[in-house]
């Protein structure tokens, strides 16, 4: 009778039902299927203690500080810095396109927000200047993975919340990674730059520089608050967030101003997306339970070994399953089904908990931009009009970069473990 819990799930993907039901609903089947149903009377305790994490309180705040800096004038700022400092060079708007991700990342935490706000306004601007519609869209979903990885991360944080491991030092670890991917990015942007002859910003277009910092300082000083109260012990992450809250609100007021309306859409929108993110977590704490009673954890640990895959070998190949899972998965529902059961294996194989939550985070964030369901590039595809296929196929350059620092990562731990160790956040 197992067999109809994967044919049943599929059934209840193709009908369109939340992802949150459809993992729900195979659980309940699954511990039917299994006769394990006299176990369910516990479930309501498993499903409380998934969620009754502190950490995750950052998770809505800091969903919230975004929301309210996307609809506060921020945008405009953070792309006027990025045009002032590396405008200027071959291929500059698509630098500029880049380093507006690294800027954003720390503002907003999201690969779906940078690649939606960032669509409606670099994307035009590049092709007003003798860009490609497919190349404009296809660099903004690329850069957009680098905000899942500068703090504040929400996946980082929920990351942090399944495996009980320091949100602060995952935060800290996820600064020299975004930096690489950034690198790399700005890499494959030169190459297209010199093949293609792409142009450069004339001289009167990019705003002077130290008018254009000046006027991002106070869109710049978030990270520096949140990631320096952390650092120094001033603050918890989940303080931090609270404190994100009201220096966004200050910031969007020292720009533009938030109405009421605007304020309702962003308190809105955190709610659904808290929401969803909560009923997920409930869900998968039943597949969790499922799993521990059936010892699917320790099963995959004895597999491991009379495989003789080892440490690295093992780490590979959790790569390329969670790859896969990311080109269809949205990244919370990966992150919460797989990092339960594939994680415990790696940490027991001696895997270092903050370098496996940057691999995976990072891992996972590429999913976004991989067919056949990249989020971000659904989104660049639905605000730019481009077609999906055709952004994909433009889009394929960047994902190589993206894999081959993901390699990088996975063969040296130390740039995720550098700033830990130096700033005492990690042994």
């Known amino acids: 009778m197992i067999w109809l819990v994967p044919v049943v799930s599929l059934v209840f993907l193709a009908s369109g039902l939340a992802l949150a039901y459809v993992i729900g ?3 309940m089947l699954a511990f039917v299927a299994t006769e394990k149903t006299r176990y369910l009377a516990i479930m309501p305790q498993k499903v409380f203690s998934q969620i009754s994490v502190f950490s995750l309180l950052a998770m809505p705040l800091f969903i919230l500080a975004g929301e309210v800096m996307n609809r506060g004038g921020v945008t405009k700022a953070l792309i006027d810095l990025s045009m002032a400092l590396v405008g200027r060079v071959r291929g500059g708007l ?6 507006t991700s ?4 720390g503002i907003s935490g999201s690969a779906v927000a940078d690649a939606a706000a960032l669509s409606n306004t670099l994307v035009p601007a590049m092709k007003e200047r003798g860009y490609t519609a497919a190349y404009a869209g296809a660099i903004t979903a690329a850069s957009s993975i680098i905000g899942p990885i500068v703090p ?3 996946i980082l944080i929920f990351y942090g919340a399944l495996m009980q491991t320091s949100v602060a030092a995952l935060f ?3 600064i020299l990674p975004g930096l690489v991917l950034a690198g790399a990015l700005f ?3 030169a190459w297209y730059a010199w093949r293609e002859d792409h142009p450069r910003v004339e001289k009167g277009d990019a705003p002077p520089v130290l008018p254009a910092i000046w006027k991002a300082l106070p869109a710049m000083a978030l990270p520096f608050i949140i990631v320096g109260g952390i650092v120094f012990g001033w603050m918890t992450p989940t303080e931090a967030a609270a404190v994100a809250v009201v220096a966004a609100a200050a910031v969007a007021w020292f720009y533009e101003g938030l109405n009421r309306s605007d304020l309702w859409e962003a308190l809105s929108r ?3 997306l808290t929401g969803s993110i909560f009923m997920i977590l409930c869900a998968v704490a039943a597949f969790g339970h499922l799993a521990a009673l059936e010892r699917i954890p320790q099963a995959l640990a004895a597999l491991v070994d009379r495989m003789g895959l080892g440490p690295v070998g093992y780490l590979l190949v959790m790569n390329v399953l969670f790859i896969i899972a990311g080109m269809v998965l949205d990244v919370t529902v990966a992150l919460a089904l797989l990092v339960p059961l594939l994680a415990p294996v790696a940490l027991a194989n001696g895997a270092d908990p903050v370098h496996l939550g940057i691999v995976i985070c990072f891992n996972l964030s ?3 931009v991989s067919p056949p369901l990249g989020g971000c590039l659904l989104i660049v595809s639905t605000v730019t009009g481009v077609r999906y296929w055709e952004l994909a196929r433009k889009v394929i350059p960047f994902v190589i970069a993206e894999i081959v620092v993901l390699g990088l990562l996975v063969a040296v731990p130390d740039i995720s473990l550098l700033l830990p160790r130096l700033m005492g956040l990690w042994n």
């Open 25 to 27: 609903g195979s659980a």
């Open 102 to 105: 690294v800027f954003f990342a």
């Open 94 to 99: 698509g630098h500029v396109n880049i380093m």
């Open 152 to 154: 504040p991360s929400i």
């Open 366 to 368: 590429i999913g976004l």
């Open 270 to 272: 955190t709610a659904v």
């Open 187 to 189: 890499a494959v942007n």
């Open 172 to 174: 800290v670890a996820g």
